[in-house]
Structures are given as structure tokens and as C-alpha cells.
């Protein structure tokens, strides 16, 4: 099982920007695809984006063109950068891994070890 640890939430205001690390417990992300996750309260979780092995990037319709997927294998650190933040974008954020490196996908099922989530709160 592999190890995701997550940092980098707190509280901006809107129109701000924050961005969130995820750390693995080792060289994984060379062979994983790693996607990131949010869950609202009283919401079901849903996917943001994600990122295959070659580097390939998917997104959500409602974070593209705000947020922004991105790796350093060499750190084994996932990053998710995100611009122009609104009340809605307000969840726990979550990493994972899949182990079907070549596939980047939003489904939830692909994805076998989980971080345990850090909070982005974002006041109007």
C-alpha cells in the first residue's frame, strides 16, 4: 500500500489561489497514475484531475482551466495548483494512486491507496 500524505490546505478568500502537495511514500509516481479528489460537505466526493506516468493531465470541467495538475518524480511530489478559487471550490481535498500508471481517469474505483485529505476553505 502506498503512502499519501497531503498538505497545503487552509482558508483564502475568493478569486485567491492555493496550492496542495501530496508526498508518497516512495518512487511512485514514475509508475502510478495519481489523480486528486474533493468532497464538500453534504456532497458525494468527486474528481478534479489527474496525471498518468507520461504525464498526460485530465480535469473536471467545472476546476479547468483554474486548477493545475503537476509532478516532480525526482521529489515524489504531486502538486495541484489552484487560481481563481470560489465558495464552491470549498472541500477536502484528497490524493490517490492508481496502479494503471498509463490510465487517467476521474473514476474513484481505479484508484487502490488514498491520502487522508487537507481542507481548502474559501470565503466570499
Known amino acids: 500500500q502506498v503512502q499519501l500524505v497531503e498538505s497545503g490546505g487552509g482558508s483564502v478568500q475568493a478569486g485567491g489561489s492555493v496550492r496542495l502537495s501530496c508526498a508518497a511514500s516512495g518512487s511512485i509516481y514514475t509508475q502510478y497514475s495519481m489523480g486528486w479528489f474533493r468532497q464538500a460537505p453534504g456532497k458525494e466526493r468527486e474528481g478534479v484531475g489527474c496525471?498518468?506516468?507520461?504525464?498526460?493531465?485530465l480535469y473536471a470541467d467545472s476546476v479547468k482551466g483554474r486548477f493545475t495538475i503537476s509532478k516532480e518524480n525526482a521529489k515524489n511530489t504531486l502538486s495541484l495548483q489552484m487560481n481563481s478559487l470560489q465558495p464552491e471550490d470549498t472541500a477536502m481535498y484528497y490524493c490517490a494512486a492508481s496502479k494503471l500508471g498509463s490510465l487517467c481517469a476521474l473514476s474513484q474505483s481505479l484508484y487502490n491507496s488514498w491520502g487522508q485529505g487537507t481542507q481548502v476553505t474559501v470565503s466570499s
Open positions: 496525471i498518468d506516468n507520461s504525464g498526460r493531465t
